[in-house]
Protein backbone atom coordinates (compact mmCIF):
# COMPACT_ATOMS: atom_id res chain seq x y z
CA UNK A 1 0.00 0.00 0.00
CA UNK A 2 1.67 2.92 -1.09
CA UNK A 3 2.09 5.59 1.76
CA UNK A 4 0.54 3.14 4.57
CA UNK A 5 2.55 3.48 7.91
CA UNK A 6 4.28 0.14 8.62
CA UNK A 7 5.90 -0.76 12.27
CA UNK A 8 9.59 0.08 12.28
CA UNK A 9 12.11 -2.22 14.48
CA UNK A 10 15.41 0.44 14.72
CA UNK A 11 18.01 -0.26 17.49
CA UNK A 12 18.71 3.56 16.98
CA UNK A 13 15.00 4.77 17.94
CA UNK A 14 13.96 5.41 21.73
CA UNK A 15 10.97 3.62 20.92
CA UNK A 16 9.73 0.83 23.56
CA UNK A 17 8.38 -2.23 23.35
CA UNK A 18 5.86 -3.95 25.56
CA UNK A 19 5.92 -7.85 24.10
CA UNK A 20 2.66 -10.15 25.61
CA UNK A 21 3.48 -13.95 25.46
CA UNK A 22 0.30 -15.52 25.50
CA UNK A 23 -0.20 -19.40 26.10
CA UNK A 24 -3.57 -20.24 25.02
CA UNK A 25 -5.77 -23.46 24.15
CA UNK A 26 -5.94 -23.89 21.07
CA UNK A 27 -9.54 -22.93 20.40
CA UNK A 28 -9.11 -19.95 22.64
CA UNK A 29 -6.37 -18.65 20.22
CA UNK A 30 -8.81 -17.00 17.39
CA UNK A 31 -11.02 -15.47 19.88
CA UNK A 32 -7.83 -13.36 21.96
CA UNK A 33 -6.53 -12.37 18.44
CA UNK A 34 -9.75 -11.10 17.57
CA UNK A 35 -10.34 -9.13 21.33
CA UNK A 36 -6.75 -7.97 21.16
CA UNK A 37 -7.35 -6.17 17.69
CA UNK A 38 -10.75 -5.13 18.41
CA UNK A 39 -8.76 -3.80 21.78
CA UNK A 40 -6.19 -1.75 20.16
CA UNK A 41 -8.62 -0.37 17.35
CA UNK A 42 -10.96 1.09 19.84
CA UNK A 43 -8.58 2.18 22.46
CA UNK A 44 -4.84 1.54 22.83
CA UNK A 45 -4.57 3.23 19.32
CA UNK A 46 -6.32 6.56 20.49
CA UNK A 47 -3.49 6.67 23.38
CA UNK A 48 -0.54 9.13 23.45
CA UNK A 49 2.82 8.00 22.66
CA UNK A 50 1.28 4.77 20.66
CA UNK A 51 3.53 3.58 17.63
CA UNK A 52 2.00 0.25 16.52
CA UNK A 53 0.61 -3.21 17.43
CA UNK A 54 1.16 -6.36 15.56
CA UNK A 55 -0.14 -9.45 16.53
CA UNK A 56 1.00 -12.87 16.11
CA UNK A 57 -0.69 -16.56 16.12
CA UNK A 58 1.69 -19.42 16.59
CA UNK A 59 1.11 -22.05 14.15
CA UNK A 60 0.07 -24.56 16.43
CA UNK A 61 -2.91 -22.67 18.00
CA UNK A 62 -1.03 -22.21 21.31
CA UNK A 63 0.35 -18.94 21.41
CA UNK A 64 -0.08 -15.40 20.78
CA UNK A 65 1.99 -12.69 21.20
CA UNK A 66 1.40 -9.10 21.05
CA UNK A 67 4.12 -6.52 20.32
CA UNK A 68 3.43 -2.73 20.70
CA UNK A 69 5.20 -0.18 20.24
CA UNK A 70 5.40 3.12 21.83
CA UNK A 71 7.15 6.03 21.90
CA UNK A 72 8.93 5.82 25.26
CA UNK A 73 9.16 3.58 28.46
CA UNK A 74 6.94 6.16 30.08
CA UNK A 75 4.49 5.90 27.94
CA UNK A 76 4.36 2.29 28.96
CA UNK A 77 4.27 2.85 32.43
CA UNK A 78 1.34 5.12 31.58
CA UNK A 79 -1.03 3.04 29.66
CA UNK A 80 -0.49 0.45 32.40
CA UNK A 81 -1.54 2.33 35.07
CA UNK A 82 -4.73 3.52 33.04
CA UNK A 83 -7.69 1.90 34.32
CA UNK A 84 -9.59 0.96 30.63
CA UNK A 85 -6.38 -0.62 29.50
CA UNK A 86 -5.87 -2.98 32.57
CA UNK A 87 -8.99 -4.04 32.09
CA UNK A 88 -8.55 -5.08 28.74
CA UNK A 89 -5.32 -6.62 29.98
CA UNK A 90 -7.41 -8.68 32.67
CA UNK A 91 -10.37 -9.74 30.20
CA UNK A 92 -7.33 -11.25 27.88
CA UNK A 93 -5.86 -12.66 30.78
CA UNK A 94 -8.03 -14.41 31.28
CA UNK A 95 -8.68 -16.09 27.77
CA UNK A 96 -5.45 -17.38 28.18
CA UNK A 97 -3.58 -19.78 30.07
CA UNK A 98 -0.88 -17.68 30.79
CA UNK A 99 0.75 -14.47 29.64
CA UNK A 100 4.59 -12.87 30.00
CA UNK A 101 4.55 -9.20 29.41
CA UNK A 102 7.54 -7.41 29.85
CA UNK A 103 9.32 -4.06 28.15
CA UNK A 104 11.97 -4.43 25.50
CA UNK A 105 13.89 -2.06 23.80
CA UNK A 106 15.89 -3.44 20.12
CA UNK A 107 19.46 -4.52 20.81
CA UNK A 108 20.27 -5.08 17.35
CA UNK A 109 17.88 -5.83 13.69
CA UNK A 110 19.76 -8.39 10.89
CA UNK A 111 18.22 -8.17 7.29
CA UNK A 112 19.27 -8.71 4.31
Do not use: C
Request: proline share 4%; glycine share 4%; no cysteine.
Amino acid sequence: MTGAKVPTIDAQTEIATLINVYEVEPGKQAELVKFLSEGTDKMFRHLRGFVSVSIHSSVDGTRVVNYAQWRSKEDVHRVMKNPDAQALAKRAASIAKSVSPAVYQVASVHVE
